[in-house]
Every structure is written in structure tokens, then in C-alpha cells.
């Protein structure tokens, strides 16, 4: 399962960035789609979620209010809105495919290279 990860880059704190996370149409109406991340020595952590059918969404606490995941069925692409960045946010986001379990997000085997964000503060 290959998901294509864009839209990272360099920004200030309060600034604001759209990660885009490409997948094939068959992906992109069968499966969940989450985002993780993975700041500089932590361990990999969820971020936001989408379900197949775009419905429902889910967030991590941490993002809450300032982050929206949103799919655009034309383009087979899911979004991760990122306003209000603060420096703890600095971190490599990945998007995959997952499933919900036991109220958590569990992820598929199918890491991609991900996409930098660095906030600076």
C-alpha cells in the first residue's frame, strides 16, 4: 500500500501548513487513513485519523482544535490542516493506513519517507 506524504517544510510558531498524503483510489475509498509523527527523540506518535468513508474523524489531544484531516475525493488525497504550530509540533508526519482498536489507532506495516515539519519558535 504506497501513500505519498507532501507538504512539509520550515515555518514560525502561530504559522500554519497542509500536509497532502496521495493515495490510489483503491486505498483511498477501502481504508482508514492516519497521521503519525515522530519528533526528534520520541517515540512515533498518532496525530489524526480519517475513516474510509470520510465521516469520521479523530484527533489526538495534543492537536485538537488546531489540526483538521479532511479527503478530497476527487484528487484521492487526504489533508492534514496545521494551524497555530507551535515548536513541540517539529517532527517527521507520516501518513498510513490503520485500523481503530481498543479506542486506539493502529498502524499498517507501510511506513513512507514521511514529510518534515520544522517550527521554529
Known amino acids: 500500500v504506497e501513500l505519498v506524504e507532501s507538504g512539509g517544510g520550515l515555518v514560525q510558531a502561530g504559522d500554519s501548513l497542509r500536509l497532502s498524503c496521495a493515495a490510489s483510489v483503491h486505498v483511498f475509498t477501502s481504508y482508514n487513513i492516519a497521521w503519525f509523527r515522530r519528533a526528534p527523540g520520541k517515540e512515533r506518535e498518532f496525530v489524526a485519523a480519517?475513516?474510509?468513508?470520510?465521516?469520521?474523524?479523530y484527533y489526538a489531544n495534543s492537536v485538537k482544535g488546531r489540526y483538521t484531516v479532511s479527503k478530497d475525493n476527487n484528487k484521492n488525497t487526504v489533508f492534514l490542516q496545521m494551524d497555530d504550530l507551535k515548536p513541540e509540533d517539529t517532527a517527521v508526519y507520516y501518513c498510513i493506513t490503520a485500523m481503530y482498536s481498543a479506542y486506539s489507532w493502529i498502524p499498517s506495516e507501510s511506513w513512507g519517507q514521511g514529510t518534515q515539519v520544522v517550527v521554529s519558535s
Open positions: 480519517i475513516t474510509s468513508n470520510g465521516l469520521r474523524t
